[in-house]
């Protein structure tokens, strides 16, 4: 009977108040209102800012009720201590209502010692209503606990779902896009599920499928400290699960917040006697009231209601880590309706818990200014933080913004952002462009500056007439490409303006627009190339070219000096070409005109083909500790061997170089007979040898390439060779026994990696600054005792990192156990480079010791009596690799 009179009561808070209906969200009647102060020390916070409460707080409490009252209520102010450890009977204060006392003054409670919860109960006046009341929660203190931690979790759950109710709400109707976008943008700050399938709606009825079964729609935040447990097990349990897919309780949608509602409703049914109901409230705070919202109406007959409402928990802040969307983005300062991304937080904004929020900016890069305070506040709907009001000058470059604030009365530390702000004068046409402008057509200029974030717009002036817009975009951050349309423009000077935020006046570029005729120089290629060079003027009107019944097609046109350049390409073999024959290629343009130039044919160009290549190590050489995930990573301490065969010619002349270089031309070495460095094989097949790290320095990084340069200096084709990448000189690696801790990894230029992971998926990395300047770094537990590593040079790989796990010593696991990683990735660094610890841990030691710095190690080139070397050769896709044992790699 009591399992059927729970099951019915159940039933009737589900379906009779509309908590799983369609359009209706539960706890729709409004209730009572209760005016909360709380004091600490000299700091006084309205309930809607204090996170938590600590013994010792002293609660300012006043009953928002209409003078027209007419049944007189009492308001039991109750604190708990545990469930089973039931509270004194001084831990209960009694207020009565309709006093004037209480109306006007309310009544201050201080938190007691070793109080663990706090509830408010609001029950209608009876002959021994506090008694009794005082009684229950006595005699069952674990239920009132329960109730208290579920209400918490109820009331912050819902705030969360009526914000964003509010902004799907305020969002045009009529503007699809618009709503799509803050829908989404409120559903990830706030932690909600939104049905995807209501945008393929009509408009007019998006907003109101997006706001169905909207209790179903709140997602468990991962930060709560207080879950709600499933229902009892056993019939009730079955049947419960039964209920949960009806089309009543919301269709399998068993969310926290109804989870917490539904526990809630057992735990206080069970208390249920002849004078007395529980009924559950949630308290939703807005400044210095608690707005009460009940799920049932209350009742004045017997068995009377009694309302529950829950107050901030008792205990240490447990503030939630609010991070950067993406950490690597930068954002201009002065960017009208700026939006910092941020999420992980869903009580920063559906609540006032995180308060008095600034936005810290101060300079980058060891620039000296004063720093600047910036108020911002959460808007989930633009999904992030918000600046509130002007922003005051900033100094111009790069800066560092970091949101400080209160979680109730403790201080709180939000994400990190990078800023720029713009300066004056530093946008300028690049040097290859200044003739680039050829009237009739539509051209492209480049342009070079310091950032493009706070670029605003980029104007044509023209004399006295009305500015013109421009289309641009921005390839990378210091530069912008401007299209100018000059198909109507007469030959003479240009103005173009480039406008930025923040600066009243705009840099203005003037150029010079030319008129050039359509005209041919020559065309030149060698024989046996796919490829052939068209020089002259407007180009960009060829369709084609043809002579010796090859036809070549455009393939990409650029602009040198006063001249056009475009490449085409052959349909055909040119292996066939006689050089220094004089030959004459018909070029037809676009618009059907047929024009006339000579061809001049070069003699083959060098072309080699890549057999394989690979790593020399020393026999004496320590095995690296890091295996490379790709085969065109080359470490650049190591001895680069590499087979070559002739392709034009066929036999590899001993006066044949080979040049090696970087793809950025940044640093370049040519190999030959003469030093060694190339030898020959056989006729037709030699083989590279030579140390990077000798040829180009440690700062040689990235990808480099080969090719074939003869004895009159004619080149050949590129050939990609790989990717050349430094290692850090990694030392030990020193880890607690529990996995669950950090490991610290030491060595030297540590900067040299950029992420280092447990998982080769990357789940939860490290990342290092790349000012990074300690020896030591914090860092996963390895899994089977192997770490994964991307390195700054090539991060795209994945690369394997294995030592052997030393045990720390007591001390330094005592640090380890401080510095346990962020869930998150780590913000962007201060100043001080060495590993941060989370911000619910204590501060980790700011300078750890440094290990000395180490060369990079690089194996030395064998003498007479050396060792025979140990090679790692890695052959290129699709070529084949000898066998024979006397070759000098494998």
């Known amino acids: 009977m009591r399992c059927l009179r729970f099951l019915l009561f159940l039933l009737f808070c589900l379906g009779s108040t509309g908590l799983f209906a369609d359009g209706g969200p539960a706890f729709d009647l409004a209730g009572p209102k209760v005016d909360v102060h709380v004091k600490r020390g000299e700091v006084t916070l309205p309930v809607s800012e204090a996170a938590n409460l600590q013994p010792g707080d002293r609660l300012w409490i006043h009953p928002d009720l209409p003078e027209s009252q007419s049944t007189h209520f009492v308001l039991v102010v109750a604190f708990l201590r545990g469930s089973t450890n039931p509270p004194p009977p001084e831990w209960f204060t009694r207020v009565e209502t309709w006093t004037r006392e209480a109306r006007e003054e309310g009544v201050f409670v201080t938190v007691p010692e070793e109080a663990q919860q706090a509830l408010l109960f609001l029950a209608p006046e009876t002959g021994g209503d506090f008694n009794t009341l005082r009684s229950a929660v006595r005699g069952r203190p674990g239920t009132f606990v329960r109730a208290a931690q579920d209400l918490q979790a109820a009331s912050w759950e819902r705030m969360r779902l ?19 976008e803050r829908a989404e943008m409120a559903a990830r700050s706030l932690g909600i599920k939104i049905n995807q399938d209501c945008f393929n709606r009509p408009v007019d009825q998006q907003a109101t499928c997006l706001a169905q ?54 735990i206080l049914a069970s208390l249920h006697t002849a004078h007395f109901q529980y009924i559950p409230a949630l308290a939703l705070p807005t400044s210095d009231t608690l707005n009460l919202r009940l799920n049932m109406p209350p009742s ?95 100094p111009p470059g790069e800066l560092t913004g970091e949101v400080t604030g209160k979680w109730g009365f403790d201080d709180w530390d939000g994400p990190r952002f990078h800023l720029y702000s713009a300066e004056s004068g530093k946008w300028s046409l690049e040097p290859a462009d200044q003739s680039a402008l050829v009237v009739g057509r539509d051209d492209t200029v480049h342009l070079e500056g310091q950032n493009s974030l706070c670029v605003e717009k980029v104007e044509e002036l023209a004399g006295e007439g009305q500015p013109a817009s421009l289309t641009w975009k921005s390839p990378k951050p210091d530069a912008l490409e401007v299209s100018v349309d000059l198909k109507d423009a007469a030959p003479g000077p240009v103005k173009v303006a480039v406008y930025q935020y923040g600066l009243d006046k705009p840099d203005q570029l003037k150029m010079t627009a030319y008129d050039a005729a359509a005209s041919l ?38 602009h040198v000096d006063d001249f056009d350049q475009l490449i085409m390409n052959a349909a055909g073999s040119t292996a066939g070409l006689t050089p220094g024959r004089l030959y004459t290629a018909r070029v037809e343009l676009k618009d059907g005109r047929e024009l006339r130039t000579p061809v001049t044919v070069d003699p083959p160009r060098p072309q080699v083909a890549l057999l394989s290549k690979g790593i020399q190590n020393d026999a004496s050489t320590k095995p690296l500790p890091v295996q490379f995930g790709s085969p065109d990573d080359l470490p650049v301490d190591g001895r680069l061997v590499f087979f070559l ?22 640093f370049h070495t040519v190999l030959d007979l003469a030093d060694g460095s190339l030898m020959l094989e056989d006729a037709k097949t030699a083989v590279g040898t030579f140390d990077p790290l000798s040829r180009f320095g440690s700062s040689a990084f990235g990808p480099v390439h080969i090719r074939a340069v003869s004895a009159d200096g004619t080149t050949g084709d590129w050939l990609p060779l790989g990717t050349l990448v430094r290692l850090p000189g990694f030392k030990e690696l020193r880890c607690p026994r529990a996995v669950s801790r950090p490991c610290m990894l030491s060595g030297s230029n540590l900067f040299l990696a950029d992420s280092i992971a447990s998982t080769p998926d990357f789940d939860n990395p490290t990342d290092v600054p790349p000012e990074f300047t300690g020896a030591q770094l914090a860092v996963p537990h390895p899994a089977n005792g192997v770490l994964y590593l991307k390195l700054r040079d090539d991060p795209e790989t994945v690369q394997t990192l294995t030592l052997p796990v030393l045990p720390v010593s007591l001390p330094a696991e005592a ?25 619910e841990a204590s501060p980790a030691p700011s300078n750890p010791p440094a290990a000395p710095p180490q060369p990079p190690q690089a194996d030395s080139a064998p003498g007479p009596a050396a060792e025979p070397a140990k090679t790692t050769q890695t052959p290129p896709a699709g070529a084949s690799t000898s066998s024979d044992p006397s070759k000098p790699l494998r």
């Open 162 to 180: 009526e914000a964003y109710l509010s902004d799907v709400k305020v969002t045009s109707q009529t503007d699809p896009k618009s709503l799509k």
């Open 213 to 266: 079964n909207s209790e179903g729609l709140v997602l468990d935040d991962a930060n709560a400290q207080s879950r709600v447990d499933q229902l009892t097990s056993g019939s009730t349990a079955d049947l419960m699960n039964q209920l949960s897919y009806s089309a009543m309780a919301g269709g399998g949608i068993y969310s926290p917040y109804i989870g917490a509602v539904v526990d809630t409703a057992r």
């Open 300 to 394: 004045f007959r017997n068995p009377k209601s009694v309302v529950v409402v829950g107050l901030p928990p008792i205990g240490p802040p447990r503030p939630e880590p609010l991070h950067p969307v993406n950490p690597s983005d930068s954002f201009c300062a002065y960017k009208p309706a700026l939006v910092l991304p941020a999420e992980g937080a869903p009580l920063v904004f559906a609540t006032q818990l995180a308060h008095d929020m600034v936005l810290h900016i101060e300079p980058a890069g060891g620039q000296k200014a004063a720093p600047v305070n910036v108020p911002v506040k959460a808007v989930a709907g633009a999904g992030g933080l918000v600046p509130v009001g002007k922003i005051p000058p900033l």
């Open 521 to 558: 120089d020559r065309l030149a290629l060698s024989a046996g190339d796919s490829q052939a060079l068209l020089k002259g003027t407007r180009l960009d009107e060829v369709a084609s070219a043809r002579f010796e019944g090859i036809r070549f097609t455009p393939a990409a046109l650029t």
């Open 645 to 666: 065969k002739s392709t034009s010619p066929a036999r590899f002349p001993r006066s044949e170089k080979v040049e090696v270089a970087a793809t950025d031309a940044s």
């Open 815 to 839: 640090a380890a156990i401080k510095s346990q990683p962020a869930a998150t990735a780590p913000a962007t660094p201060s100043s001080d480079s060495s590993p941060q610890p989370p911000a």
